[in-house]
């Protein structure tokens, strides 16, 4: 399996990639946090680590470490609009429970 970028989500990412002026990728992970225990964390990547693994969709490399790897596994990250908000949607089949506001989920 493999964790993917919806085709808004890696335009959404390369023009922020574009406008920092370097990088490589995405790196999406996992850590402990909110009232159901885990929650996503984004960030731009300029190294890889030793650890990590490298997927990529449209162009967009996402980089994962190890330790996060199995909570994310078939994951398709989206960028979405609805109404004045927006921002990443993550489609995790992992997932059993989140949190009522939306911030962490558990496995």
Request: aromatic residues 8%; negative net charge.
């Amino acid at each position: 399996m493999a964790i993917t970028l919806s085709d808004k989500a890696a335009k959404h990412v390369a023009g922020f990639l574009q406008k920092r002026g370097k990088g490589i990728g995405l790196r999406l992970g996992v850590r402990t946090s909110g009232c159901s225990g885990m929650a996503y964390k984004l960030e731009f990547v300029d190294e890889l680590n030793a650890d990590d693994q490298v997927f990529e969709t449209h162009g967009v490399k996402v980089i994962v470490d190890a330790k996060s790897l199995p909570y994310l596994e078939g994951m398709e990250l989206d960028y979405t609009r609805e109404g004045l908000n927006e921002g990443f949607k993550f489609n995790n089949p992992n997932v059993k429970d989140q949190c009522g506001c939306g911030e962490s989920f558990n496995v």
